[in-house]
């Protein structure tokens, strides 16, 4: 009797250890498909691009800032790093210049992007910071989840970055975030109220560039039907930079100037041509 109640438990109990996995997983929200941003054409959304973010630089790197929207203006490189394939980094990422997936489990959430950094990190388990953090571009991301729904469902990713690695910038107009690297990024991520295809990100900037920390709110399109291309930044990329100086590359396959009166390369390790 005893054999035959023990085999019964183990039929009984069978399906439901096994459906355990896919309940627990139901207690995490759905964030499939792929997400684009609304606007990546300046970190702050609510405000005009360019100048008009009136980022709140200390002098010293508002200085900075004019000094590489100049540059630009006449041709030049400026700050910003991804015209040569250099990394966007955190938080730039969060500008999701192609598209970005994301792929939730209990201890870890992926963020997958189809641009210059492809992949980060945020850990969910709980785990302390680090006593030393090797600096890196996507930096070293932890969250914890929190939920408002009556279901005991979570439903907001609430994430601090630190450990970062520069020089990074935050949009394409070149707002500078400090050399010393001790930016602190938090976000509180979640679908809007009000459409679930639409991912809001608050996100809060600590750093030393700053007078004072800056909040702003990203939002990103969901796609649930999406085909995933593949892109390549260094693919047919015409911009060519030696000594600090910007080129474009012809179609023909010569160097060009990017701006009026520019020198050519210094090319005193090439043989000099023969007359």
Not at 30 to 47: A, E, K, M, N
Request: one cysteine or more; a neutral charge; hydrophobic letters at 35%.
């Amino acid at each position: 009797m005893t054999v035959r109640c023990t085999i019964l438990s183990v039929i009984v109990m069978g399906p439901l250890v096994a459906a355990v996995p896919a309940m627990a997983q139901t207690q995490y929200p759905d964030w499939s498909g792929q997400w684009t941003d609304l606007d990546v054409s300046r970190w702050d959304p609510s405000r005009p691009r360019n100048l008009g973010q009136k980022a709140p630089l200390i002098p010293e790197y508002q200085a900075m800032l004019d000094a590489a929207m100049a540059d630009r203006a006449k041709g030049g490189r400026g700050n910003t790093p991804t015209i040569s394939c250099g990394h966007t980094g955190m938080p730039r990422a969060m500008l999701v210049y192609e598209a970005m997936e994301f792929s939730v489990h209990p201890n870890i959430t992926y963020l997958m992007f189809d641009f210059v950094d492809p992949l980060r990190r945020i850990y969910t388990d709980g785990r302390a910071w680090p006593s030393q953090l090797a600096p890196t571009w996507m930096g070293y991301s932890i969250g914890r989840w929190e939920g408002s729904r009556a279901n005991g469902q979570y439903d907001t990713l609430v994430v601090e970055t630190r450990g970062f690695k520069g020089p990074r910038i935050l949009d394409g107009s070149g707002i500078p975030l400090h050399a010393n690297n001790q930016t602190v990024v938090k976000e509180r991520i979640a679908l809007d109220e009000k459409n679930a295809d639409v991912l809001r990100n608050e996100i809060t900037l600590v750093d030393s560039a700053f007078t004072q920390p800056w909040t702003v709110t990203r939002s990103y399109k969901r796609n649930r039907n999406s085909v995933w291309g593949e892109y390549s930044c260094g693919e047919n990329n015409e911009h060519v930079f030696i000594q600090n100086e910007a080129y474009f590359l012809s179609a023909d396959g010569y160097l060009m100037p990017t701006r009026k009166d520019q020198p050519a390369p210094d090319t005193r390790y090439f043989n000099a041509p023969e007359k």
